[in-house]
Structure formats: C-alpha cells, structure tokens
C-alpha cells in the first residue's frame, strides 16, 4: 500500500509491505508530517518557529519538540566545525534539520505499529525499512542532478537513510539553493548513506556546505557513505560505498 | 610562446590537464611495460634507470597522438618512499574512465601520519545514466520557489 501527498510544498511518500496495513497508519504518519509543518514551517506565520524569530516566544517558552531540534542542531553545529548552523542573520531557520527528524520519527511510528518493511521518503530523503514488494532489498535511485529524469545509480539498501543535498538547475545556470544569488563554485549533489536518516540528512547537509572537503569528512565517519557529483559530472565516493551499489 | 597568448587562459589550463593526465597515464602504461621486461629480464635494474631517465620525455612529448584502447590497466605496485603505490586505469571509449588505486601507504607508521594529515585518496568515475529500475529516488530537495517553478512549466507543457 502506498500513497503520496504534499506536505511542507513537497512530496512525501509512504509505502508499507506488510500484510494486514490499513489507512490509519497512513492518516498516522501523514498527519505527523501535518504536525510538524504547522510547528517548524517559516513560512507560515503562526508557527511556532515564527513566535521564535518575532522575539513573542522565548525558547524556554518553547515546547519539547522545539527544544529538542534546537539542542540537536546545536550539537550537529558543534560536530560539523560551524558548517551546520540553523541561525542565519539573526533567524532561525531548522528545516535543515527537522527534514530528517521529520522522516526518522514517521519511521519510528510506524515500527512501533508493528511494521518491519516500509519506507519514509520526503522530498528526496528516505528511510528504507526491510524489504521491498519484491522480498528484495529497496532499490534505490541517486537522481541525475543535471537531469532529474534521469538516475546515475542503483543502490541496494536495508534498515537505513539516505539523503541528497545540492543545487538545483534553473535556466542554464546552477545555483547554490542557500545563496541564490552566487553560483556554487564546484559541487552540485552529494548523496550521503547513513545508520538512519537523521544522520544522513544533518551530516550531508553539512557536508554539502563544504563544497570539495565534504566527501572526504563522510569518509572519515564511520557508519556513513558518500557519492559526490561535481559540476562536471565526475562522481567521488567513499571507500566503503560500493557494497551499497546494485549493478543488478 | 605566441600560441599561448592567443588562447584563452580557460582553454590552456584545460590543456594542461588534459596533457597531465595523458602523460600520467602513457607514464603508468610505460612503467607497467617496463616492469614487465624486467620480470623477464635478468637486468632488472637497466630497465628501471631508463625508465627514470631519457625515456619519460620523449614520452611526454608524443602522448597528445596516443589513443587509449578499451579494457583495464594494472600498473605495477611502485616505490614510493613511504610505501607502495599501485594504481588501475579503466578506458571505456579511449578515455579514461575510472582510476583506482589498488594499494598505496599505509601500513607504516610514517605513511600512518602522513596520511592523517592528508585527505584519503578516495575513487572517482564520470557518472553515467542507468536504465534499471527503482522503488524510489533519492535527489536535492527543489526549494519551494523552484518547485512551484517548475510545476507551473509542468502544467503549462500538460496544456499544449
């Protein structure tokens, strides 16, 4: 069963194997996404990171939820030399963070329903439980980041995250999505494999901000793989990623 | 002199490369023939002082006319002070593809500390297309600007 809806302007996607899966589930994990958007979402107003940035909300004031990301961005600011940082010109700005978290607690909700063989994705990041439809592994695509038709790798992956940062291509140029007005100089996507997909999306975030570096520091991670695409279309990945790849 | 200034800086650095890599690759081409004369040799240490001597620029010199042919290379596992270093070429299309390296230092306590302050040598392959099929993809995330962009061209193309 599976079933695709917009949350947060992005599509997210949830599939479960498992017999005996209702649309509760569903309604379950979908309305978490809601819950999350309406909190963390700067876009809306009346979020609670909004009250935060308009100064009508301290963050002692805050709830749990908003307590938590602040102290997980914290620490992943402090493990990624300074190159994760949720503040930018005196806002806060979580989604890079939240993302991930998002994603890995729709997982745990539905672990905890009793389901072993699923996956989370939103817009473009996945947790992959078990196995796939097929019994087999989940057969999962790295995008083509000059053509998003297009995919540049199979992988086979089980019980992990997986998460993609990068630009994007508008017109002929390619822009660097935190600062649309400078071209990036030579990274344009860095995939990042991770125990779940919290690590995988802070830690290739951070990475991304990098630029060349940023593979080298996934390499240096242990329980996490990297493949890089720089603006020529040359890939660079780390030792250990090739056991992921399917050439099936 | 005359033919660099009437390039562009881009183009020449380019060539450069283009003229590096080439002339690494012909180097590894030629080491791996010559340590495979002097395994049949019986004067192993002649072949080695050509290989360091006269033969590396005439090589050089003629390596932009060299075309590469389609398979993979082994180089042989080479000297490099620290430790050994022994590298593989594929060439898909006569151009080179991947290089991997099959062995370099690190069993050493010198290369040890050498190479924790260097950045790992980590592999490299120009990225191809795939045509199998997938549960799901993984890819940058659009901003929502960008998304909305872009369903809007989506749905503008749907009318036509």
Same mark, same amino acid.
């Given at each position: 069963m599976k079933q695709t809806r917009m949350v947060m302007g992005m599509p997210v996607i949830l599939e479960v194997i498992d017999s005996g899966v209702t649309g509760k589930i569903f309604d379950d994990v979908f309305g978490y996404f809601g819950y999350v958007d309406r909190k963390f979402s700067t876009y809306k107003p009346d979020s609670e990171i909004s009250? %935060?940035?308009?100064?009508?909300?301290?963050?002692?004031?805050?709830?749990?939820?908003? #307590?938590?990301?602040?102290?997980?961005?914290?620490?992943?600011?402090?493990?990624?030399? $300074?190159?994760?940082?949720?503040? =930018?010109?005196?806002?806060?700005?979580?989604?890079?963070?939240? #993302?991930?978290?998002?994603?890995? &607690?729709?997982?745990? %909700?539905?672990?905890?329903?009793?389901?072993?063989?699923?996956?989370?994705?939103?817009?473009?990041?996945?947790?992959?439980? $078990?196995?796939?439809? &097929?019994?087999?592994?989940? =057969?999962?695509?790295?995008?083509?980041?000059? +053509?998003?038709?297009?995919?540049? #790798?199979?992988?086979?992956? &089980?019980?992990?995250? %997986?998460?993609?940062?990068?630009?994007?291509? =508008?017109?002929?140029? %390619?822009?660097?999505? #935190? +600062?649309?007005?400078?071209?990036?100089?030579?990274?344009?996507?860095?995939?990042v494999i991770g125990p779940n997909i919290y690590e995988a999306d802070r830690f290739a975030t951070a990475a991304f901000a990098m630029e060349s570096a940023g593979i080298h520091f996934i390499e240096k991670m242990e329980g996490f793989e990297g493949y890089m695409i720089d603006r020529h279309g040359m890939a660079t990945y780390t030792n250990g990623f090739e056991r992921y790849v399917s050439h099936a | 002199m005359s033919r660099k200034q009437t390039n562009q800086p881009s183009d020449f650095v380019q060539k450069i490369k283009k003229f590096f890599l080439s002339a690494f690759v012909v180097l590894t081409f030629l080491a791996y023939f010559l340590h495979e004369r002097s395994t049949n040799s019986s004067n192993a240490s002649t072949s080695n002082a050509v290989a360091n001597t006269s033969a590396v620029p005439t090589v050089i010199a003629t390596s932009p006319g060299v075309v590469f042919k389609?398979? @993979?290379? @082994?180089?042989?596992?080479?000297d490099a002070t620290y430790g050994q270093v022994q590298v593989q070429v594929a060439i898909q299309n006569g151009k080179i593809a991947n290089v991997q390296f099959l062995d370099y230092p690190h069993d050493r306590r010198t290369s040890q500390q050498i190479n924790s302050q260097v950045m790992p040598w980590l592999e490299q392959e120009a990225i191809q297309a795939q045509s199998a099929n997938v549960d799901l993809i993984s890819g940058a995330t659009l901003t929502s600007e960008a998304f909305v962009n872009s369903l809007q061209s989506a749905l503008q193309s749907a009318q036509n």
């Amino acid at each position: 069963m599976k079933q695709t809806r917009m949350v947060m302007g992005m599509p997210v996607i949830l599939e479960v194997i498992d017999s005996g899966v209702t649309g509760k589930i569903f309604d379950d994990v979908f309305g978490y996404f809601g819950y999350v958007d309406r909190k963390f979402s700067t876009y809306k107003p009346d979020s609670e990171i909004s009250l %935060i940035n308009r100064h009508e909300l301290t963050l002692e004031q805050a709830s749990d939820d908003m #307590k938590a990301i602040f102290m997980l961005a914290e620490q992943t600011r402090l493990e990624t030399d $300074g190159y994760f940082d949720i503040e =930018r010109k005196g806002l806060y700005d979580p989604s890079g963070i939240v #993302k991930g978290w998002a994603i890995n &607690q729709a997982a745990e %909700i539905l672990r905890q329903a009793g389901f072993e063989n699923y996956y989370v994705y939103a817009g473009g990041d996945i947790q992959v439980s $078990g196995k796939n439809g &097929q019994g087999q592994d989940w =057969r999962v695509g790295i995008e083509n980041p000059f +053509n998003p038709t297009e995919i540049v #790798k199979v992988l086979s992956l &089980q019980n992990c995250g %997986i998460a993609t940062s990068g630009t994007y291509i =508008r017109g002929q140029h %390619i822009y660097n999505p #935190k +600062n649309n007005d400078q071209p990036i100089t030579e990274i344009v996507s860095l995939s990042v494999i991770g125990p779940n997909i919290y690590e995988a999306d802070r830690f290739a975030t951070a990475a991304f901000a990098m630029e060349s570096a940023g593979i080298h520091f996934i390499e240096k991670m242990e329980g996490f793989e990297g493949y890089m695409i720089d603006r020529h279309g040359m890939a660079t990945y780390t030792n250990g990623f090739e056991r992921y790849v399917s050439h099936a | 002199m005359s033919r660099k200034q009437t390039n562009q800086p881009s183009d020449f650095v380019q060539k450069i490369k283009k003229f590096f890599l080439s002339a690494f690759v012909v180097l590894t081409f030629l080491a791996y023939f010559l340590h495979e004369r002097s395994t049949n040799s019986s004067n192993a240490s002649t072949s080695n002082a050509v290989a360091n001597t006269s033969a590396v620029p005439t090589v050089i010199a003629t390596s932009p006319g060299v075309v590469f042919k389609n398979g @993979t290379y @082994t180089g042989p596992s080479v000297d490099a002070t620290y430790g050994q270093v022994q590298v593989q070429v594929a060439i898909q299309n006569g151009k080179i593809a991947n290089v991997q390296f099959l062995d370099y230092p690190h069993d050493r306590r010198t290369s040890q500390q050498i190479n924790s302050q260097v950045m790992p040598w980590l592999e490299q392959e120009a990225i191809q297309a795939q045509s199998a099929n997938v549960d799901l993809i993984s890819g940058a995330t659009l901003t929502s600007e960008a998304f909305v962009n872009s369903l809007q061209s989506a749905l503008q193309s749907a009318q036509n």
